[in-house]
Each structure stands twice: as structure tokens, then as C-alpha cells.
């Protein structure tokens, strides 16, 4: 069964920097896309960043623009979440996910990690 799992993330300074990751498991991992979202406490899911796996392509919200830089290390099936000159309202809980589109709508994920907790403090 494939899967997904997060590490990083973590309380952070306003202005400060961290990093995510997201390993995919389990059977041989095909998808098309890989992204980032985040929700935050009564809020909903929010697009943050996806990335092509093959083209390196990538999107991004507009919250996040110019601050976030997604990757891939395809030979380890392993996706990165740069997240700088990070806000307290980027405080929130980050999943990653895999889709066989390569589109911002979390409807369009079949796939998740368990998410990780990102705070920022001002």
C-alpha cells in the first residue's frame, strides 16, 4: 500500500525558515503530482505548492509566493517544503499529497501524509 510520511515542521520565530519533507512508500510510486496544503485551526484546506514529478514544474499559492520553494529528489521519492520568511498566519497543520493530476485542488489528491505542525510566532 503506498504512503506517504512527513517529518519536519515545527515553532519558529516570525521571519524565521523551516523545512518539511514527504517520503513516498510502498508500491512502485507512479503519480503524476506531488503537493502541499495546509489548514489551519477552523479553517479549510488551503493549496500551498505542487510540483510535476517528471517536468520539476511547479505552482504555487498566492499566500506563500516568493517565500515557499517546493522540490523533488526523485531517487528517493521525496518531496521538500522550503518555508522562509515564514508569517504567523502560516501557522497550520501541512499535509502532503500525490495526484495522478497535476492540479491545485486537494479534491484532486488520492493520497495524504498524516500532516505536521507548523507555528510561527510574532
Known amino acids: 500500500q503506498e504512503q506517504l510520511v512527513q517529518s519536519g515542521g515545527g515553532l519558529v520565530q516570525a521571519g524565521g525558515s523551516l523545512s518539511l519533507s514527504c517520503v513516498a512508500s510502498?508500491?512502485?510510486?507512479?503519480?503524476?503530482?506531488m503537493g502541499w496544503f495546509r489548514q489551519a485551526l477552523g479553517m479549510e484546506r488551503e493549496f500551498v505548492a505542487s510540483?510535476?514529478?517528471?517536468?520539476?514544474?511547479?505552482r504555487y499559492g498566492d499566500s506563500v509566493k516568493g517565500r515557499f520553494t517546493v522540490s523533488r529528489d526523485s531517487a528517493k521519492n521525496t518531496m521538500y517544503l522550503e518555508l522562509n520568511r515564514l508569517k504567523p498566519e502560516d501557522t497550520a497543520v501541512y499535509y502532503c499529497a500525490a495526484s495522478d493530476f497535476y492540479t491545485t485542488r486537494a479534491e484532486d489528491y488520492n493520497t495524504w501524509g498524516q500532516g505536521t505542525q507548523v507555528t510561527v510566532s510574532s
Open positions: 510502498g508500491r512502485t510510486f507512479r503519480h503524476y503530482a
Open positions: 510540483i510535476h514529478w517528471t517536468s520539476h514544474s511547479t
